[in-house]
């Protein structure tokens, strides 16, 4: 069941999003690269980081160190993505 | 009906649902947060369980719940005691008790002589530290993680003070898997499963949700894994 493409991963990454922040699926769709996450979402205060990164390990079958969470790997959804798909990919 | 039970250090409340006679299924909510964001889920389940003619049990764990226990005293023994102690009131009744946990709450039944035991994304105990370890220093930027097992006070986690024994014990417990457990887990989790179901983990939610059509799922897959378990 381990994500086999970068595709898949980025979906993962968007389902994350969406369950852990109660977003709609509508408004989770609609994230591109650019869509900037930390600072910019409401919804994403530093306790619902801690979500995030939890359930993106229980999907992807990782393990995200905490000195690699930084504001550049949460800055936009593209950047989030990117650090995903070098974690589960590699 | 709300029931009690009794244990070797006490005496908590205990939710029972559905028939006096026949299989029991004795639940447990998954750990610290997540189970106050379960809790209304669960109560569907059992409900649903009760509507199939699946009786049930939801007993309050010392030092969370209801329980007058104070949560910096909870460990990890006393709840597996705890539910012991409410597996061996249902058996006295001369019923078949199946365990059912979710997420951490499959770390709780490790005394108990079950029949089987039935989880829902069940996690090692390591995995519940390192989350409580991260929420812990999203509220207190600079906190130790590595220190979270050694000697000290209590930890303010989100609320709550966490013993440092609790966390040590949760650091090395496993959920008991075997050939008499089954595990679901949601679909897009990459960790082995007997079934996965499509749904949203609302143990993640920071606003409590419910999902009356997953409760019926997995009713129906309790329901039936009792069955076979009686055959």
New interface residues.
């Given amino acids: 069941?381990?994500?086999e493409g970068v595709s898949e991963v980025e979906d993962?990454v968007r389902?994350v999003l969406?369950?852990?922040?109660?977003l709609s699926g509508e408004r989770a769709a609609a994230f591109t690269e650019t869509t900037p996450l930390f600072g910019a979402l409401p919804?994403l205060?530093?306790?619902?980081?801690?979500?995030v990164?939890?359930?993106l390990?229980?999907?992807?079958?990782i393990l995200i160190e905490?000195d690699e969470v930084d504001g550049d790997m949460l800055e936009s959804f593209g950047s989030l993505t990117r650090y995903a798909v070098g974690k589960a990919l590699r | 009906m709300i029931s009690s039970y009794d244990w070797a250090g006490g005496h908590e409340a205990m939710w029972r649902f559905g028939p006096d006679a026949g299989p029991v299924v004795l639940a447990a909510l998954p750990l610290f947060e997540e189970a106050n964001r379960t809790r209304a889920f669960l109560m569907t389940l059992l409900r649903a369980l009760a509507e199939r003619g699946v009786a049930s049990a939801l007993p309050d764990l010392p030092g969370s719940g209801e329980s007058l226990f104070p949560t910096e005293t909870a460990t990890l023994d006393r709840w597996r005691q705890a539910y012991d102690g409410a597996a061996t009131l249902l058996a006295g009744e001369g019923r078949r008790v199946h365990g059912l946990g979710i997420r951490g709450g499959a770390l709780v039944d490790s005394y108990a002589l079950l029949h089987s035991r039935w989880f829902l994304?069940p996690?090692p105990g390591q995995?519940v530290v390192?989350?409580l370890?991260?929420?812990w220093?999203?509220?207190e930027p600079g906190a130790d993680?590595g220190d979270m097992l050694g000697d000290g006070p209590p930890i303010p986690i989100?609320g709550n003070l966490v013993s440092r024994t609790l966390l040590g014990e949760l650091g090395g417990a496993l959920p008991m898997l075997g050939p008499s457990t089954r595990v679901l887990r949601i679909e897009?989790?990459?960790?082995p499963a007997d079934r996965?179901v499509p749904g949203?983990?609302l143990w993640?939610?920071?606003?409590p949700?419910n999902d009356p059509a997953l409760a019926a799922v997995l009713a129906d897959d309790i329901a039936d894994w009792i069955a076979s378990c009686a055959s």
Avoid: N
Avoid at chain 1, 18 to 22: A, I, T, W
Avoid at chain 1, 57 to 61: A, K, Q, Y
């Fill in positions: 069941m381990r994500p993962t389902a969406r369950d852990v922040l109660g919804e205060d530093s306790l619902a980081v801690a979500g990164l939890t359930e390990e229980d999907r992807l079958g905490d | 994304s996690q995995a390192r989350e370890g991260r929420i220093q999203a509220a993680t989100a897009g989790d990459s960790q996965w949203s983990p993640r939610r920071v606003e949700d």
